[in-house]
């Protein structure tokens, strides 16, 4: 999801994949159109084909490796092979023990409770708080814990919306 979609990949102008709204000006005004030999020198060095561009990634060097790869996407664009899912999960699933119910904030420290009225403490900077308004996101007032596994010391809290992180976040100590 950083990048765009390459579904239908081969044959189009480069920035236009529908819905992608992180394209860099340099990538729009490219005047690119993605036949194979435009991809081969994208993945070669996409930093030299179009200056500027914001994916971060430094090339493949190895000729036969990225006529593999060409190979794949033109497979893929035929319907020849088909794309794995995505795999990610849908938090609006998300079982009780990640469903987040309140989030406490004293000197350096959070202090999460879980509906399974289990309670998680975190050093302020390990604690990412996150969005994600997909339809997989979570649902409005109700975040998610991930990233634990429940064990460890990091984790995030993902929120349907921006607006309700700090309304959700109350400032009490123990
Ligand atoms: C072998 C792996 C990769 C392939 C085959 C690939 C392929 C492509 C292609 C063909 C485009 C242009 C799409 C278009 O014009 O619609 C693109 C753009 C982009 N990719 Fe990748 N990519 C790869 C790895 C990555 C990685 C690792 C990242 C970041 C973590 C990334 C982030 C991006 C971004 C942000 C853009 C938009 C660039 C811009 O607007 O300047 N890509 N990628």
Redesign the pocket.
């Known amino acids: 999801m950083?990048?765009?979609s390459?579904a239908g990949?081969l044959g189009?102008k480069?920035?236009?994949?529908d819905g992608?709204a992180?394209?860099?000006d340099?990538?729009?005004q490219s005047g690119l159109v993605?036949d194979k030999r435009n991809?081969d020198a994208?993945?070669e060095n996409p930093a030299a084909l179009?200056p500027g561009?914001?994916?971060?990634?430094p090339g493949?060097a190895d000729a036969r490796t990225r006529a593999d790869?060409v190979a794949y996407?033109e497979a893929v664009s035929t319907g020849r092979v088909k794309v794995p899912d995505r795999g990610l999960p849908n938090l609006k699933e998300s079982d009780a023990a990640s469903r987040v119910t309140s989030i406490r904030f004293c000197g350096d420290t959070y202090r999460l409770t879980t509906a399974d009225r289990k309670a998680h403490v975190f050093w302020e900077f390990n604690l990412r708080f996150k969005t994600d308004g997909s339809a997989a996101g979570p649902a409005a007032g109700q975040p998610v814990l991930i990233g634990t596994g429940m064990q460890g010391d990091r984790a995030a809290v993902v929120f349907a919306r921006p607006e309700e992180i700090s309304a959700f976040i109350q400032r009490r100590c123990p």
């Not at 480069?14 to 994949?17: F, L, N, Y």
């Not at 561009?53 to 990634?57: G, K, L, P």
């Open positions: 950083t990048g765009p390459l990949v189009r480069a920035g236009t994949a992608f992180r394209y860099s340099a990538l729009k993605w991809l994208w993945l179009v561009n914001a994916m971060t990634f493949i790869l996407i």
